[in-house]
């Protein structure tokens, strides 16, 4: 009897189920449903790992994709369905897969959770890949389409997370992040719509929600961005806005009539001032903030205010921080790394004092300002200011921010201060001009090569096999199709692909590498002519993935630009975020000026 599943074994206290009155039936029931919420409670650090990992993965782009079959699916798909009304995604960044497709929904299609094919096609059909996150579902912990699912995710390198109430079952043993809650036999044995179907509900439910309020989609405990489609949620809407901006409910509706959302109005509000005021008190947590946010990740350094130097109080990581390439998800990308930060160091949820970003794409003023004027209407800061990305590389590396800091990760800068503060800059295009010598750059130079080698052009194989591989692709015209679809980073990712066969002696490979550096070491020529001609060296300080990941390609700039007869003093790189940080400083005694940090 008990090599069966525990969800399949008789519950002792309704062997005689059939034979209760009515009350005492319901109070068997009862008594058993109040084993589930302990069970769940013993999870909980299991539940925490699994929501910081989702995040992590949606932070960059990544989705949330549950999988399951009969309840269990239904159960997916029902979070799912609510994550867009609730929090404002897109209904494609959490997805709900059932064995047996949407008519499973409404009609027991018991048997296609046996089909392990159908499992794999769904995830194919969705394109899912290795930054998206799989939670699978199954009472059981034995489903096979639950299990393939699985192994299909794992095939392709993604984050799998299971969610079973049998910690014997083979889903335990699958995934990276097993969250088993023990709830024992079913009143009616067999039947996990009951206690596992509820436990089920309950642990989703801390997912979705745990990993959204990570995301930023929530303030306090506020929907900010909940979508006002009925009467219901419109008042709600309405409330949230007058309570956190400050204003009656009037205006509040006036102001999400015109503007569409919450988070739209309240940034409207903070424009008029009524956000500010209300979101911004006297009263603050006593701490400053420094950001240096890039294509691909964002980072925090926390101190206290008023310390003038050493380390930060609390770092945070969170995702992509690029204000022209995506200016919600950069936004969303800062205040997730600003709870992380604030829960590390135990502060009140009171405003910080100062916050300064370093952030890409903060050369459009009005960017900035739309952003400036969104995170007040948030209350995170009293005071708060936007540089580029590369002052706080050289904010890092002296104390009087000077020098020609170059950056090379997904996209590429050359940005140059002098000791008197005249700025100066070269390149920083964005990926629809192109950003020479960057990740993105040689991602999309690999690409271009491994089309042209499939359809039959001379180049290196090396190259087109890692590419197709890398992008589960069997053509030249599978990667061209593949690669319309591709984000910037996604695109930067293949940089790796291009350095590591260069460095095993691919000849092509080893072509685009000097290439991309050539072009790296001319946008830092240009800077240092036009700012520092009367200076004997320039502190030159290099930044971004392609010179922290790969240091014979820093090498490589290094003797290009002295060859060109360049005058530089090579620096150590630093962490930019203490940057940010020693900028955020600045700020909160009144002496940093945004608009001086921006070239004309």
């Not at 042209?452 to 194989?461: F, K, Q």
Request: hydrophobic letters at 50%; proline letters at 4%.
């Amino acid at each position: 009897m008990h090599d069966r599943p525990v969800t399949e074994r008789d519950h002792p206290a309704s062997e005689r189920l059939d034979l209760l009155p009515t009350l005492e039936l319901v109070r068997v029931m009862n008594r058993a449903d109040a084993e589930v919420a302990p069970a769940v409670e013993r999870e909980l650090a299991a539940v925490a790992r699994a929501i910081d990992g989702i995040a992590e993965r949606m932070q960059r782009g990544g989705r949330l994709v549950y999988a399951g079959a009969g309840t269990s699916g239904r159960l997916g798909v029902l979070d799912a369905a609510e994550c867009p009304p609730t929090f404002g995604v897109d209904p494609g960044d959490v997805v709900g897969l059932i064995a047996g497709g949407e008519a499973a929904l409404v009609r027991a299609a018991e048997g296609a959770e046996d089909r392990r094919e159908l499992a794999r096609q769904d995830l194919d059909r969705i394109a899912f890949s290795a930054g998206d996150a799989l939670v699978a579902i199954s009472a059981s912990g034995r489903t096979p389409y639950v299990l393939a699912a699985v192994a299909r995710a794992r095939e392709l390198g993604a984050l799998t997370v299971g969610v079973s109430c049998d910690p014997a079952g083979e889903l335990a043993r699958a995934v990276e992040i097993a969250i088993t809650p023990q709830t024992g036999p079913e009143v009616v044995s067999g039947s996990t719509r009951l206690k596992a179907g509820t436990a089920t509900k309950l642990v989703l439910n801390m997912l979705s929600t745990g990993a959204m309020v990570r995301l930023g989609h929530v303030r306090g405990n506020r929907m900010v961005e909940l979508r006002p489609t009925n009467e219901k949620l419109r008042e709600r809407a309405v409330r949230i806005v007058a309570e956190l901006a400050s204003i009656d409910e009037a205006r509040a509706a006036a102001l999400l009539a015109e503007h569409g959302s919450v988070r739209a109005a309240l940034a409207a509000a903070a424009g008029e001032g009524g956000a500010t005021r209300a979101t911004v008190p006297a009263v603050t947590n006593g701490a400053v903030v420094g950001i240096d946010g890039g294509g691909t990740r964002t980072r925090a350094a926390l101190a206290r205010t008023g310390e003038s130097s050493g380390e930060p109080v609390a770092t945070a990581d969170a995702g992509p921080c690029n204000l022209s390439n995506d200016l919600p998800l950069a936004l969303r990308s800062i205040e997730a790394a600003l709870a992380q930060a604030r829960n590390e160091s135990e502060l009140s949820a009171a405003p910080f004092d100062a916050l300064c970003i370093a952030a890409a794409g903060s050369g459009d003023a009005a960017l900035r300002e739309s952003a400036r004027r969104s995170l007040l209407a948030r209350g995170v800061a009293r005071r708060v200011a936007f540089v580029p990305d590369a002052a706080a590389v050289l904010a890092a590396a002296n104390d009087d921010a000077w020098g020609l800091a170059l950056i090379a990760g997904t996209g590429s800068l050359a940005y140059g201060r002098t000791r008197a503060g005249a700025c100066a800059r070269a390149g920083g295009y964005g990926p629809a001009l192109g950003d020479p010598g960057s990740a993105h750059a040689l991602g999309h130079s690999a690409l271009r090569a491994a089309a042209l080698v499939a359809d039959g052009h001379a180049g290196s194989a090396r190259l087109r096999d890692d590419v197709m591989k890398a992008l589960v692709a069997s053509s030249g015209r599978d990667l061209a199709r593949l690669a319309r679809g591709l984000a910037p980073d996604a695109v930067a990712a293949l940089a790796p692909l291009v350095v590591a066969a260069a460095a095993d002696g691919d000849v092509p490979a080893q072509r685009m590498v000097r290439s991309a550096a050539s072009q790296l070491a001319e946008l830092a020529a240009l800077v240092l002519r036009r700012l520092f001609s009367d200076e004997a060296a320039t502190p030159l300080v290099f930044s971004g993935g392609l010179f922290t990941g790969v240091p014979a390609f820093a090498q490589l700039v290094h003797e290009s630009l002295a060859a060109g007869g360049a005058r530089f003093e090579p620096t150590k790189v630093k962490r930019a975020e203490l940057g940010a940080l020693a900028l955020a400083r600045r700020l909160a005694r009144g002496e940093l000026d945004e608009a001086a940090w921006f070239p004309e």
